[in-house]
């Protein structure tokens, strides 16, 4: 965990305010899980852990402020579906990269679109 707040202190101040505390409660969680796993499965795991997040100093520095474009919300049933698993696996792949207001987002556009689905799927 030093290691982590060592590094933090390298991104963002917003970064830090809005994800900070969160990283490291799962961070620790996962740690935990992985001491459990065993010497090597940790030492990986912690290995693997510092290159993300030295990786995603550079990353959040050139990060443009605004979110990615999504597209509008869709017409049909079918579609709507089709972009919630494609906006679960944006957010899957976001948290797996370290990229936790990514993430955040795809999550605000999950929701957005589980709503216009309830919404067609009444009409």
């Known amino acids: 965990m030093r290691f982590y707040q060592f590094v933090l202190r390298f991104y963002p101040a917003e970064y830090r305010e809005l994800f900070g505390e969160e990283i490291a409660v799962v961070l620790q ?10 010497w090597f499965a940790f030492c990986f795991f912690v290995i ?3 290159g993300g997040l030295l990786a995603g100093v550079p990353r959040e520095w050139s990060r443009p402020t605004q979110p990615p474009a999504v597209a509008a919300p869709a017409t049909t049933v079918a579609q709507s579906e089709n972009r919630i698993r ?7 792949y976001a948290i797996a990269h370290h990229d936790f207001e990514g ?16 919404r067609l799927r009444a009409a």
């Not at 969680?29 to 065993?38: C, D, F, I």
């Not at 993430?103 to 309830?118: K, M, Q, W």
Request: hydrophobic fraction near 35%; charge should be positive.
């Open 29 to 38: 969680q996962a740690a935990r899980e992985k001491r459990a796993e065993g």
């Open 48 to 50: 693997r852990e510092m």
């Open 86 to 92: 494609f906006l679960l696996k944006r957010m899957e």
């Open 103 to 118: 993430a955040r987002f795809y999550s605000y556009e999950d929701e957005r679109e589980r709503a216009n689905l309830a």
